[in-house]
């Protein structure tokens, strides 16, 4: 068994952040927690913090810092609070970290990812948004780096655990014929248009197999979720959108497939728990046990295939459109959707329009190339902009 090592989870106060502390709770042996990071939920980061005794706490905001360094001394713990957005890249490539888990959601997870892959650590990628939006850049740091960079999304880990060892380099090299990604259809799966007008953010929230965040749960809805893993997986496994093809899988119980060229096809099954693929990446090449229930067949009894709905559920498309066109289109894409999704959230936008929003910023923007993290984020910012304009309008 390997040594004790240092794990900074950032994001510990989201979804995967939880489901991370849960896993690292049952093996106090194998990790100790170096940081823990949020944006504002104190009460959340305190109550982790006084469970798994952290070296370091991040929040955002200095009035949020000095709640928390209140509480912390008040109960007697020396964890040491940092604030600011900075301290989440710096407790990502701290030298002492062997494993950072990337749970920041959205385009505010991709510096801390990239810092955390610059220094070579082994990356635990949750945040997709990271090489939606600088794929290159990011894979290019990894490589540079010895970084090990383990897919956290469970179609990816999937994929990933059906793949041989070594993967880079082209799928066909490696007699991969397609990647199979997998979709639940989210919870509005089978709808017509008139039905998909009136969808609430509560709504839309509720997934039918699993728990998320707000926004991935929004995502999962429009499928704009799955074209962002379909540029994942194209960043991941040097795959062609053309070589992933997208299958509709209500029961959630295949993560992901992969397709060979003398016909097989190999798939990874489990129950719909991203303690799963979160201890899969903590202990790779070992398994650990992620206190995830087995899969029990006979309970799931069928398993069912069906096309993605791209006329209703246009964002899959302007995903796979945005890939193809390449350059800063996917993070044009991205930020477009981030902000779309966020007015959806805040009932200022219909569910419908979330699709359009992103369509009309990127058929306005100009695409250029990726050439440095200064263009992704110039292109993010203008993106972000644009899309906040048609909103206006669309209020008017
Ligand atoms: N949930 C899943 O099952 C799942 C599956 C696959 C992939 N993912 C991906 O994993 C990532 C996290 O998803 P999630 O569902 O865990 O999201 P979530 O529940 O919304 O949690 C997001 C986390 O990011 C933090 N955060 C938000 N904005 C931030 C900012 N500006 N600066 C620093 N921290 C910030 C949040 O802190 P506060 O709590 O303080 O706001 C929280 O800890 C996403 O990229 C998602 O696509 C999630």
Redesign the pocket.
């Known amino acids: 068994m390997s040594s004790q090592q240092w794990v900074t989870v950032?994001?510990?106060?989201?979804?995967?952040?939880t489901s991370t502390l849960d896993v690292i709770a049952l093996h106090p042996e194998r990790y100790s927690v170096y940081a823990l990071?949020?944006?504002?939920?104190r009460d959340?980061?305190l109550a982790q913090c006084l469970r798994h005794r952290p070296q370091i706490a991040v929040l955002?905001s200095a009035e949020d810092g000095q709640w928390l360094r209140h509480e912390l001394a008040s109960a007697g713990l020396n964890t040491w609070v940092e604030t600011g957005?900075e301290a989440?890249n710096t407790v990502a490539s701290a030298s002492c970290v062997d494993i950072v888990m990337a749970?920041?959601?959205?385009a505010?997870?991709l510096l801390p990812a990239l810092a955390a892959a610059q220094s070579g650590k082994r990356v635990l990628l949750?945040?997709?948004?990271a090489l939606v939006m600088s794929g290159a850049l990011f894979m290019q740091a990894v490589e540079q780096s010895g970084a090990t960079l383990l897919p956290?999304?469970?179609e990816h880990n999937a994929m990933f655990q059906c793949l041989p060892l070594q993967h880079r380099g082209g799928l066909a090299e490696h007699g991969i014929e397609q990647l199979l990604l997998t979709a639940s259809g989210g919870p509005f799966r089978g709808w017509g248009p008139d039905a998909l007008a009136n969808v609430t953010p509560a709504q839309a929230c509720a997934h039918p197999n699993?728990?998320?965040?707000?926004?991935?749960s929004v995502?999962s809805a429009t499928l704009m979720?799955k074209g962002?893993e379909l540029i994942e997986a194209c960043w991941l496994f040097d795959a062609t959108p053309q070589q992933i093809c997208v299958v509709v899988h209500p029961q959630s119980v295949i993560h992901s497939m992969v397709a060979y060229h003398d016909g097989s096809v190999l798939a990874q099954l489990g129950n719909p728990d991203?303690r799963t693929p979160i201890a899969y990446g903590l202990a790779w090449p070992e398994r650990i046990d992620a206190g995830v229930k087995p899969l029990d067949l006979f309970q799931v009894a069928r398993l069912d295939f069906e096309s993605p709905d791209e006329q209703h559920f246009p964002c899959l498309r302007l995903a796979r459109e945005a890939m193809q066109a390449g350059g800063t289109a996917p993070a044009i894409l991205n930020a477009a959707n981030e902000v779309a999704v966020q007015a959806f959230l805040e009932e200022g936008l219909g569910f419908i329009s979330i699709g359009d929003i992103v369509a009309s910023v990127l058929d306005q923007a100009t695409i250029g190339n990726v050439d440095s993290l200064e263009t992704v984020l110039d292109a993010d910012r203008h993106a972000r902009q644009l899309a906040q304009q048609y909103i206006t309008q669309r209020c008017r």
């Open positions: 950032l994001g510990s106060t989201g979804s995967i952040g990071t949020a944006h504002r939920s959340v980061l955002n957005v989440h749970a920041i959601v959205g505010a997870g949750a945040n997709k948004e956290i999304d469970s699993w728990s998320m965040g707000r926004k991935i995502d979720n962002l991203m």
